[in-house]
């Protein structure tokens, strides 16, 4: 199952957590504001943490090869 995934007929188009209606952006915008993952997590129940830890992870990949 993918972790994350995107659908026009879904938040027109924006990356959700599969399974969920939970904009991926919002978890950056609770890291951003100073929340925790589990705030977040306490927030979007449908979220699970094997979904968070994909997208850190992800980004992270992302950041290093920008940097590279």
């Given at each position: 199952?993918s972790?994350?995934s995107?659908d026009?007929?879904?938040?027109?188009g924006?990356?959700?957590f599969?399974?969920?209606?939970v904009?991926v952006?919002s978890?950056?915008?609770?890291?951003v504001?100073?929340?925790?993952?589990?705030?977040f997590?306490?927030?979007?129940?449908?979220?699970?943490?094997?979904?968070?830890?994909?997208v850190l992870?992800?980004?992270?990949?992302?950041?290093?090869k920008?940097a590279?």
């Amino acid at each position: 199952m993918s972790m994350v995934s995107s659908d026009p007929s879904i938040l027109a188009g924006s990356m959700v957590f599969s399974g969920t209606r939970v904009p991926v952006r919002s978890l950056f915008d609770y890291l951003v504001a100073g929340d925790s993952t589990k705030d977040f997590m306490d927030d979007f129940p449908t979220v699970s943490f094997e979904q968070i830890r994909h997208v850190l992870q992800s980004a992270e990949i992302a950041i290093e090869k920008m940097a590279a």
